[in-house]
């Protein structure tokens, strides 16, 4: 059996500031998320990884030049593992889009049609391209183990794909920062879900 990895990014500045970054750029891994990328990469090293993907955007680049630089591979970009379009909501504190809008994250993962009009990328679209990803992945690395380097959104958008989670359920799960995020694949291409946030057990109370 082999497996696919969703990594989510190092922490960033945009995680320590709480700002809705979006695919901006110049937003770097702080030196606690290049410690994280660096864990990540030790735990990765006995998977025998074939491939590394990444989203474009700057710190998952970062995150996934770490991983590979440590299990001696390259890095692969791909558009379909990018940040979510943040739209009207770019560069907004979180605390400040919440009082204004209530539950966005709630509501995004409903596909609410005002955030459409936005200019907000809906999580349908989301999770289309993960999927498209995914397929493209097992089919281009069949019988090989590959990580994916990429956002929170994504990561949710395979995981509500493999597990059918509603909503409700999704919008509460938190995948941390420098996180391993599992997925075996069985000889007929079947997807199962092995492990959620593999990290350093010591961050359990510091998941960003």
Not at 23 to 29: E, F, N, Q
Not at 133 to 153: A, F, I, K, P, W
Not at 155 to 166: D, E, H, Q
Not at 200 to 207: A, C, F
């Amino acid at each position: 059996m082999t497996s696919i990895t969703f990594l989510r990014h190092g922490q960033a500045r945009n995680n320590v500031e709480r700002t809705l970054t979006g695919r901006r750029p110049g937003v770097p891994l702080t030196e606690y998320g290049a410690e994280q990328a660096q864990y990540a990469a030790r735990l990765l090293a006995s998977m025998d990884i074939a491939a590394i993907y990444s989203s474009p955007v700057q710190r998952t680049m970062q995150t996934a030049q770490i991983v590979a630089e440590h299990n001696s591979l390259d890095v692969v970009t791909d558009d379909r593992l990018i940040e979510i379009d943040m739209g009207g909501f770019t560069g907004m504190k979180y605390d400040d889009l919440m009082a204004r809008h209530g539950n966005v994250f709630l509501r995004f993962y409903q596909d609410d049609a005002e955030f459409a009009g936005l200019g907000v990328e809906t999580f349908s679209s989301v999770r289309a391209r993960v999927r498209e990803m995914v397929e493209y992945v097992l089919e281009r690395h069949r019988g090989e183990n590959t990580v994916l380097v990429t956002h929170m959104d994504p990561i949710k958008a395979m995981l509500s794909t493999v597990l059918a989670i509603s909503p409700d359920s999704l919008h509460r799960i938190i995948i941390a920062n420098g996180s391993l995020n599992v997925f075996p694949v069985d000889e007929e291409g079947h997807i199962s879900l092995g492990t959620v946030n593999a990290m350093d057990p010591s961050r359990l109370t510091r998941l960003w």
